[in-house]
């Protein structure tokens, strides 16, 4: 190659970087509508055409976290007056906030259904990338007998829609008593996203050369502690980028949360939509509910964004 | 004091055996270098002793005691890897300092002594490093630094400088040996290349599809190879090998090959050496310094022509023609001008070997 650039070179380059903009506005583009819509006066949410410049509202997100009741006259001056930034806020909406005997505010579902999101989706995609990463160490290290047939059949688990077994495993479930409970979530999701793990997994460590381990087992040290002190930090950046899948899977996952959940172990997906219902749609807080939603995903990918990107044992060994 | 011993070792991969009946005894101290072409086995020696390979007959001992039945890590025996395998991961202070947090050793201790092999080493700079920023020379030595520390019962390398570049190749192999002098571990050193095998070894072992063909010092391997292969293997260029017609003459024995007009002229002593072999089928096998050639005929010396010269700086490889067959022979350089040239040749009776075509051994004919 020239080390001058062609000016066909520098062409090319700058229609690439278009095309990278684009892509990465048509990407981004929901992203910014939701974010938006969640900051939006009520009354501009859904305003054709939409509303760009605006005054950005925190009253989506009082709303999402509190239980709210229609009024029907505006409150008396001294009540407005009395209430705190946040209570006005919605007495602005021709709202009050729900309050129990005591002057309690009640709080809505979400918390508890973001709670049960988090539960459910760290706990499943650990067991999910651990098993995981086990079982692809054995497929990948030893001899195992009908090995292909063994992954083909793990595989297999995925290769149909599974909704189509929802009703099946509702009946199920609900039989041994796992409906709307954590562990019953726990246990679909784990099983959902092993056969992924393992494969993926399986790929990463066929990567890692097995001389480091017998420099291990030669250097003093049993097969267990060669697999904690050398292939798993070996494995790191697979083991990231398996557990960022396998935590979005379980994170968004909405079918099966819907069926198998209605209160106590119900995610935040089916309980976002729901709030379409109760009373007028209000766009604003179905928006602001999924923009926080969102970040979970967004910082749990952010902070193993390095494991993601390094290529950590590029270079050490020579073949 | 550190003795190993292989006895009737056997090792299979599914139908193919690796290992056929390995009988090997290394004393304390040794520098043995197991060389063969790939897939000979040697490798698969290598790391049964380690314990990265089962065997499926026969012992390993270690001082006297059978271990092969041992794990890696119970059999107190370090490897250098061709690939080097230091962990990415660790620091090269890291690395070195791994065998010995294996132990119950202190920090104080283990720092002690993971400084005083990287002094020994030349490498006290580099302790801070990621692996992945040495250079191929300094990895090796990292390499040798981590085997090293432990001060292991025995040290095994598995061609340590076979991914490196000549220049440094050689260099390393100097180190090695330095290195092994000053320490004095018993080594197995495992290698396809004759020129490491002959200067680092105290033995070398050859071994061919599984099964050994000579063990031997460089110099009783190189001047006595016990067949052809070894005759072949060993030495660079390559020994010549042609089926030879032995015939008595009025004075002396005549040796033809390549159904040449006329044959190369020994003593009578070749006869009664040849032992009641003279009528069958045999090799004579000459290494290149072995072909004498002059510009002028004289007593014993056959006119033939030159086909080919390789100058090799300090000397010339030159291939005769002789009947069908060619000889190459070593030259002082620029004295053959070219190909095409008439020389006259004979073959130094001392430097001759003669073996039995259909084993292949050697029938130890010593002029």
Same mark, same amino acid.
């Given at each position: ?19 990278v903009l684009v892509v990465t506005i048509i990407f981004l583009a929901p992203i910014y509508w939701i974010a938006s819509t969640a900051f939006k006066p009520r009354?501009l949410a859904t305003?054709?055409?939409p509303t760009v410049?605006f005054?950005p509202e925190i009253s989506p997100f009082v709303k999402l976290f509190t ?25 602005? =909406? ?13 709080w809505s579902g979400y918390p508890s259904r973001f709670l049960n999101s988090l539960i459910i989706a760290i706990t499943s995609t650990v067991?999910a990338v ?7 160490? =054995? ?23 599974p ?19 954590h562990?019953?979530l726990i246990?679909l999701y784990?099983?959902f996203n092993?056969?992924f ?5 399986? =790929? ?15 250097? =003093? ?19 990231a980028a398996t557990a960022v899948f396998c935590f979005i899977t379980a994170w968004n996952e909405y079918a099966f949360a819907l069926?198998?959940t209605?209160?106590?172990a119900q995610t935040a997906p089916p309980f976002i939509p729901s709030q379409v219902g109760s009373?007028?749609p209000d766009w604003t807080v179905i928006a602001a509910g999924t923009f926080l939603f969102l970040l979970p995903v967004a910082i749990f990918t952010f902070l193993l964004r390095n494991h993601l990107l ?10 | ?62 001082? #006297? ?80 630094? *981590? ?55 105290? *033995? ?11 063990? #031997? ?112 022979? *070593? ?6 001008? #070219? ?29």
């Amino acid at each position: 190659m020239a080390a001058v650039r062609t000016s066909s070179e520098i062409g090319f380059n700058r229609v690439a970087i278009i095309a990278v903009l684009v892509v990465t506005i048509i990407f981004l583009a929901p992203i910014y509508w939701i974010a938006s819509t969640a900051f939006k006066p009520r009354n501009l949410a859904t305003t054709i055409p939409p509303t760009v410049v605006f005054q950005p509202e925190i009253s989506p997100f009082v709303k999402l976290f509190t239980k709210r009741s229609q009024m029907r006259s505006p409150p008396s001056p001294e009540e407005y007056a009395a209430a705190p930034w946040w209570e006005r806020v919605v007495f602005d =909406g021709g709202e009050k906030i729900v309050r129990d005997g005591k002057g309690q505010v009640q709080w809505s579902g979400y918390p508890s259904r973001f709670l049960n999101s988090l539960i459910i989706a760290i706990t499943s995609t650990v067991l999910a990338v651990g098993m995981g990463t086990f079982t692809a160490y =054995g497929f990948s290290r030893f001899k195992v007998k009908g090995e292909a047939d063994l992954l083909f059949f793990i595989l297999s688990t995925r290769m149909l829609p599974p909704v189509v077994v929802a009703i099946p495993m509702f009946l199920m479930y609900r039989a041994v008593g796992l409906n709307d409970s954590h562990v019953g979530l726990i246990i679909l999701y784990t099983a959902f996203n092993l056969s992924f793990s393992v494969w993926l997994m399986k =790929g990463f460590m066929d990567e890692i050369p097995k001389e480091y381990e017998e420099a291990a087992l030669v250097d =003093g040290y049993t097969r267990m502690e060669a697999f904690f002190k050398i292939v798993l930090p070996e494995a790191a950046t697979g083991i990231a980028a398996t557990a960022v899948f396998c935590f979005i899977t379980a994170w968004n996952e909405y079918a099966f949360a819907l069926i198998m959940t209605n209160r106590r172990a119900q995610t935040a997906p089916p309980f976002i939509p729901s709030q379409v219902g109760s009373g007028l749609p209000d766009w604003t807080v179905i928006a602001a509910g999924t923009f926080l939603f969102l970040l979970p995903v967004a910082i749990f990918t952010f902070l193993l964004r390095n494991h993601l990107l390094r290529g950590m044992s590029f270079g050490a060994i020579r073949k | 004091m550190t003795q190993i011993e292989l006895r009737g070792v056997q090792k299979f991969f599914g139908a193919v055996q690796v290992i056929k009946d390995l009988n090997l005894k290394i004393s304390d101290n040794e520098f043995i270098v197991l060389l063969g072409q790939s897939g000979c086995g040697k490798t698969t020696t290598l790391r049964a002793i380690a314990g990265l390979e089962t065997i499926d007959e026969g012992d390993i001992l270690i001082d #006297g005691k059978p271990i092969q039945h041992l794990k890696a890590a119970d059999r107190d025996i370090a490897m250098v890897f061709q690939s080097f395998s230091l962990y990415p991961h660790m620091s090269v202070y890291e690395n070195i300092a791994f065998p010995l947090r294996a132990t119950r050793k202190s920090k104080s201790e283990i720092d002690q002594e993971v400084r005083s092999v990287a002094k020994t080493l030349q490498i006290s700079d580099l302790l801070g490093k990621k692996p992945s920023a040495l250079s191929g020379g300094d990895m090796q030595r990292v390499a040798i630094g *981590r085997a090293l520390v432990r001060r292991p019962k025995a040290m095994l390398m598995d061609e340590p400088i076979g991914a490196l570049d000549a220049k440094l190749r050689e260099e390393m192999r100097a180190e090695i040996k330095r290195l092994h002098i000053k320490q004095g571990s018993t080594t197995i050193y495992v290698t396809h290349d004759q020129i490491e095998a002959m200067s680092l070894a105290d *033995r070398i072992v050859i071994m061919h599809e599984g099964v050994l063909q000579q063990v #031997g010092s460089p110099d009783e391997v190189y001047s006595h190879p016990a067949n052809l292969f070894v005759a072949q293997f060993v030495g660079s260029p390559v020994m010549n090998v042609a089926d030879a017609a032995v015939a008595e003459t009025a004075s002396s024995v005549s040796v033809t090959v390549g159904e040449a007009a006329a044959g190369f002229e020994f003593p009578r002593a070749l006869l009664s050496k040849l032992n009641g072999h003279a009528g069958g089928q045999l090799a004579l096998g000459i290494r290149p310094e072995g072909v004498l050639i002059r510009h002028d005929a004289a007593e014993g010396f056959l006119p033939v022509e030159t086909q080919i010269v390789e100058p090799l700086g300090s000397f010339d490889i030159v291939d005769l023609k002789v009947g069908s067959k060619m000889l190459r022979a *070593r030259t002082k350089s620029g004295f053959v001008s #070219g190909p095409g040239e008439k020389v006259f040749a004979r073959i130094d009776p001392a430097q001759a070997h003669f073996f039995d075509t259909a084993s292949g051994k050697s029938l130890g004919v010593r002029l």
